[in-house]
């Protein structure tokens, strides 16, 4: 099996955010509940659109299976995705609730 076909695009529900104060540019560590893969970690600049607190309870859609960097000293286990705008990144996210860890199809 090639190193690619371990990623997956799944959803998860944001249940901590704070600032990444160690991150070269402005950025929020996240936790992320994954359901069946636990809780995993991001560091995600999106801070020109949103808020910490505001992102708590919010499901977000991340790419999984990548081996851990580290971000500004902050484990990174997820690529959480948006899209690039010129006033900061917007976040995909599912339009309606789903269970934490189902796959994007």
Do not use: H
Not at 23 to 34: G, T
């Amino acid at each position: 099996m090639s190193d690619w076909q371990e990623f997956r695009v799944r959803a998860g529900t944001v249940v901590r955010a704070e600032p990444n104060t160690g991150a070269r540019d402005p950025a929020y560590c996240l936790w992320i509940d994954f359901g069946p893969l636990g809780e995993l970690q991001s560091s995600a600049k999106v801070t020109d659109r949103y808020a910490a607190g505001e992102l708590v309870g919010t499901q977000v859609i991340a790419i999984t299976g990548f081996e851990p960097i580290r971000v500004g000293g902050f484990r990174s286990d997820v690529l959480v995705l948006g899209v690039l705008t010129d006033r900061g990144v917007v976040l995909l996210r599912p339009d309606q609730p789903v269970a934490a860890g189902d796959e994007v199809a």
